[in-house]
């Protein structure tokens, strides 16, 4: 990766890689000097926080996303509100059934920003389960995330808000092509200079927010749209070097 970003005059990664591969070719980017747009999952927090420094460091921008889908961003925009109002709520992560990460980078990220807003109540601890704990899914930022993988899935994201007598569902269900993703990964790498360091989600984009698969293939460059520059300068975003898009997380 540090030879190919050498080789060509690229101002933006675009990583749609896989988890295993993501980290490496990341850190490649920002040590060069190109800013990064992740949209594998696969980094944790520490890695964020590292990768945080190191870009402050570079003066580079780095914006990642679980889901690059502007509706998802919505969705997370839609499910923090709730949160401040609902205390009780888990997420559903429905994926294909060859994805190997769970629970997925877009339920992930869903967890992290309703925790902070708050914790969800809980009527019965783990610890005063009968049964597999397992049962009732895996626990991030204080949230319940249930990870289903099944053919027909591309990557639906689904929280249920409980309260006496109703729910408040709200579901993302993207179909099988990448349409939805590309305006969103388009508008990260319009402005992925804006910031030096990492910015998380695309909500940090649309709303004035800031938020804490298959292996590599041949790479591509692409030219990225133009940005207006003052006084009709030439755009300060060249191109784009692109790791092949696998599917969202």
């Known amino acids: 990766m540090a030879e190919a970003l050498q080789s060509a005059q690229a101002d933006v990664l675009i990583d749609y890689t896989s988890a295993a591969a993501v980290k490496t070719n990341v850190r490649a980017a920002v040590r ?61 992560d429905y994926a294909s059934d060859d994805k190997p990460d769970v629970p997925s980078g877009t339920s992930r990220e869903l967890a992290e920003i309703l925790a902070q807003v708050r914790e969800p109540a809980v009527t019965v601890a783990l610890s005063d389960l009968h049964g597999p704990v397992e049962a009732r899914g895996a626990e991030v930022a204080g949230t319940q995330i249930h990870s289903v993988r099944l053919p027909s899935f591309a990557v639906t994201t689904e929280v249920v808000f409980g309260g006496p007598g109703e729910r408040l569902i709200m579901r993302h269900d993207p179909g099988l092509t990448p349409a939805p993703y590309v305006a969103g990964t388009l508008l990260a790498v319009r402005h992925v200079d804006d910031v030096a360091g990492v910015r998380t989600g695309l909500d940090s984009l649309l709303f004035g927010e800031h938020t804490p698969d298959p292996g590599p293939s041949p790479q591509r460059t692409e030219t990225a749209p133009p940005r207006p520059q003052p006084g009709g300068g030439q755009p300060r975003l060249r191109a784009c070097r692109t790791l092949r898009s696998a599917r969202t997380t």
């Open 32 to 92: 060069a000097g190109v800013h990064a747009v992740i949209g594998s999952s696969g980094l944790t927090s520490q890695d964020y926080q590292e990768l945080d420094r190191l870009a402050r460091d570079r003066g580079v921008g780095v914006i990642a996303a679980g889901n690059f889908s502007v509706m998802a961003a919505v969705l997370r925009r839609a499910a923090s509100m709730a949160a401040q109002h609902l205390d009780r709520w888990e997420i559903i």
